[in-house]
Nanobody, 122 residues
Framework: EVQLVESGGGLVQNGGSLRLSCAPS????????IGWFRQAPGKEREEASC????????YYTSSVKGRFTISRDNAKNTVFLQMNSLKPEDTAVYYC???????????????WGKGTLVTVSS
């Protein structure tokens, strides 16, 4: 069964930090780029906040660059998202997704997790 299971979400204060994890299974994780997407309440899912390729190349949108860090441990089949200096506008359900393509667009993702909620209080 193909799965991506996110964990680590929760409630934090403005300026706080969280570390999300994505644990894929059921497919060749090392052959896919992994992205983190977010969907804020009442809004459509955005393009990827960040991506990491199979060889460790990263991409960040301007809204998270300098605050978020994506990393992957292929040996452990895990992708991480370290989120620092969190703001209320970061509040969203965060989804981990896998794609054979190098793309920021949700439509290009092959597999999706069910999401983990991050709430940042003001």
């Amino acid at each position: 069964e193909v799965q991506l299971v996110e964990s680590g979400g929760g409630l934090v204060q403005n300026g706080g930090s969280l570390r999300l994890s994505c644990a894929p299974s059921g497919f060749n994780f090392n052959n896919y780029a992994i992205g983190w997407f977010r969907q804020a309440p009442g809004k459509e899912r955005e393009e990827a906040s960040c991506l990491i390729s199979s060889d460790g190349t990263t991409y960040y949108t301007s809204s998270v660059k300098g605050r978020f860090t994506i990393s992957r441990d292929n040996a452990k089949n895990t992708v991480f998202l370290q989120m620092n200096s969190l703001k209320p506008e970061d509040t969203a359900v965060y989804y981990c997704a896998a794609s054979r393509l190098w793309s920021v667009w949700p439509r290009d993702m092959d597999y999706w997790g069910k999401g983990t909620l991050v709430t940042v209080s003001s």
